[in-house]
């Protein structure tokens, strides 16, 4: 079989395998809700001001709705950034890329690997939050039913299936921002300044949203796009956030993808 | 029909903005040359190299690889290996994990040659440690070994021996002697005289981007051949004495001092002498001279009309 997307694809995987920063953001996705729960267990507290914050002593269904809440911030921009950031820069800062452009695949094959290779960075953090909020957060308070934004009681299992659509849904934007990371990426070509930079997009886009007179642009930022999964939670379902996150991300993560597709085709690889 | 040589390049130029660093370089390799692409550091080898690779696209002309173009598509580099500077690898793999990765990029069976590959470099006692450990004689030879992999006809290794040892220096040219001697045709940049000397049979010589000779080592010898080296007690005289002297040609000022010229025959020589004398431009030295390869090489590189030019004004001053 002729190498292709697949084969770059899986190489591009074992090289992520074989990276601490892999484990860096895996591990940080892994711990941000183990430091949550033990913090809510040994101080008895809990964060009333937040979406589903008043039930996270009531059911381990909500605390990974009140991570999804608190890591959009910069969490998971930057836990993302972290591989999307360096993906194609650390061929750069490697001097590799003549390594493997000179082999037998083409470069836009090289792109389509590693672009998939960073998506599936960016699910498996989600999932990672998702499995491990979820255990601790029912080890903590137990697999219990949860009450909807709409003030609806949602039963545990139904809650459940929730609150795996609302990671779903959640992973909308991640790829988007994944997209830029990898753009930044490729065009900067160092991985410090496209992480840094992926956050600051991220941060940027927050503040926008907060400016005064241009609460207009809200429903069309990308930071509020981390909360279309809450129409998920809703009696009757709310679908017109998430199709709007759907064609909003798309907006921000297309271009950006396709841009840094394009930027990585016609580079000169010329070394330092 | 005859298959296409295994590097036909026409025309080629790299600009950056200003700076020129490719200009209007023609190359043929035919196959079973091992082709020395020889000139000092900066001379526009490796962005040849690398234009001839598809790493980086002409601002003009063409590259043909047995007649395929490396800048439409890597499809080019089917029976073509290398690396340009020094090869690099993931330095968090180890030696067979970074082969095993190129050969699935490869793809055509490469993976069932990694051993045999880290066997001819010498490399299989280290396969298992991360390439960030290696030494730079060691990556140089698992970049040959990465090359091998691809099973090529045609090698295009810059600077192979930069960095290396001695010892590694001779076993590198050891490698590029086995393996042309196989019938690989081999395209080798190097700044090395002794080296091109050594391996190749035919050479371009680059000078600031342009190809200043293109040909065999033979027909270069030939052009650096010999002559004989004449200083006066007048050599403006001297040299007029000889322009018009029977038997006597290609008369120039010499790099060092005095005049240089060929003769057809020792009689050319003793007629010449006496004419001075009687000129009164009175020998002082009058010596059989070989022209070494070196001498053209720098005379290329460095540009003999230049020097030529400086010493001729410094004469023309002294009148």
């Keep these: ?199 600051m997009f991220s941060l940027l886009v927050q503040l926008i949203g907060i400016l005064p007179g241009l609460e207009g642009l809200g429903p069309y930022l990308l930071s509020t796009q981390f909360n279309a999964w809450q129409g998920l939670l809703r009696s009757p379902i709310d679908w017109a956030p998430i199709v709007r996150a759907a064609w909003v991300c798309a907006l921000y993560g297309g271009p950006a993808l396709i841009a840094a597709g394009l930027v990585f085709l016609r580079r000169d690889v010329a070394g330092d | 029909m005859a298959e296409p040589a295994p590097i036909e390049v026409r025309g080629l130029c790299k600009r950056y903005g200003e700076l020129i660093a490719v200009d209007d370089v023609d190359l043929t390799v035919e196959a079973g040359d091992v082709f020395g692409y020889l000139g000092p550091n900066g001379a526009g080898k490796t962005t040849s190299l690398r234009m001839m690779l598809g790493l980086i696209a002409p601002s003009a002309g063409s590259v043909r690889l047995f007649g395929r173009d490396p800048q439409a598509s890597v499809k080019a580099l089917r029976g073509v290996a290398g690396f340009v500077e020094a090869p690099t690898f993931y330095p968090y793999l180890n030696g067979r994990v970074n082969l095993d990765l190129l050969a699935a990029l490869d793809g055509d069976g490469a993976k069932g040659r990694i051993e045999e590959a880290l066997e001819i470099v010498g490399l299989s006692h280290r396969a298992k440690d991360k390439v960030g450990t290696y030494s730079h004689g060691m990556r140089q030879r698992l970049g040959i070994a990465a090359a091998l ?85 007048d050599d403006e005289r001297g ?50 001279r070989h022209a070494t390869l070196e001498d053209l090489f720098f005379r290329l590189t460095e540009g003999e009309e230049a020097e030529t030019a400086k010493r001729e004004r410094a004469l023309e001053g002294a009148a």
């Design chain 1, 1 to 199: 079989m002729n190498p292709g997307v697949l084969t770059v694809y899986r190489w591009e995987l074992r090289k992520l395998r074989a990276q601490k920063r892999t484990y860096l953001g895996l591990g940080a996705a892994a711990l941000v809700p183990i430091i949550f729960v033990v913090a809510l267990v040994t101080q008895g507290d809990s964060p009333n001001d937040v979406a589903f914050g008043r039930y996270v002593h009531d059911t381990g269904l909500a605390i990974p709705l009140v991570i999804l809440l608190f890591g959009s911030f910069w969490m998971f921009p930057l836990i993302t950034a972290l591989v999307a950031g360096d993906i194609v820069a650390s061929e750069d800062r490697h001097d590799t890329l003549k390594t493997i452009l000179t082999r037998s695949v083409e470069r836009q094959q090289v792109f389509a690997g590693k672009a998939l290779a960073t998506f599936t960075y960016a699910i498996a953090a989600i999932a990672v939050t998702g499995a491990v909020s979820l255990d601790a957060g029912i080890l903590a308070s137990g697999f219990n039913s949860i009450v909807s934004l709409s003030g609806t009681r949602v039963s545990a299992g139904e809650g459940l299936v929730l609150v795996g659509a609302s990671l779903l849904v959640y992973l909308i934007p991640i790829i988007a921002i994944a997209c830029i990371g990898l753009l930044f990426s490729t065009v900067f070509r160092n991985s410090a300044a496209a992480i840094v930079g992926t956050l």
């Design chain 2, 149 to 233: 992999l691809r099973q090529p006809r045609l090698l295009l290794l810059d600077e192979p021996a930069t960095g290396l040892d001695p010892g590694g220096m001779r076993d590198m040219r050891d490698l590029i002697r086995n393996l042309s001697a196989q019938g690989m045709t081999v395209l080798l940049s190097s700044h090395l005289l002794t080296e091109v000397e050594e391996l190749c049979n035919r050479v371009a010589i680059v000078r600031e981007g342009r190809v200043a000779y293109q040909g065999s080592l033979e027909d270069l010898r030939r052009q650096a051949g010999s002559g004989y080296l004449l200083r006066t007690t």
């Design chain 2, 239 to 288: 040299r007029a004495v000889a322009e018009a002297q029977p038997g006597i040609g290609d008369v120039r000022v010499a790099p060092e001092a005095g005049l240089s010229f060929s003769a057809e025959s020792e009689s050319a020589i003793g007629a010449l002498s006496l004419a001075l004398a009687e000129s009164g431009a009175l020998t002082l030295e009058l010596s059989s």
